[in-house]
């Protein structure tokens, strides 16, 4: 079974930076479209950016310009890696962030926390 585990998470202040990043086992990780996903308290989990098997990225507006989502891959699955930069950081961006496929289909991590604060 794919399990997936991100990191990165922090406290930063507004105008700061992070990278996170989501590990994930199984090779089935490789040949998925993956997004990321954050959810803020007491609202629901909203995708922020993904990114296709073949390169194709798209981003929620609110994160459009600010932020990147990019993958490694390597001929051993367990080091495949995903990666959100997170860049110009804003108080409205604190929340539990997390990653899965497009449709959201595999167990969901215990995400991340990112707190915008100063």
């Known amino acids: 079974q794919v399990q997936l585990v991100e990191s990165g998470g922090g406290l930063v202040q507004p105008g700061g930076s992070l990278r996170l990043s989501c590990a994930a086992s199984?090779?089935?990780?490789?040949?998925?479209?993956m997004a990321w996903y954050r959810q803020a308290p007491g609202k629901q989990r909203e995708r922020v950016a993904y990114?296709?098997?073949?390169?194709?990225?798209?981003?929620?507006?609110s994160v459009l310009g600010r932020f990147s989502i990019f993958r490694e891959s390597a001929k051993d699955n367990a080091k495949n890696t995903m990666y959100l930069q997170m860049n110009r950081l804003r108080a409205e961006d604190t929340a539990v962030y997390y990653c899965n496929t497009i449709t959201a289909s595999l167990p969901w991590g215990q995400g991340t926390q990112v707190t915008v604060s100063s």
């Open positions: 199984g090779s089935i990780f490789v040949l998925r479209d």
């Open positions: 990114l296709t098997e073949s390169g194709t990225t798209n981003y929620a507006d």
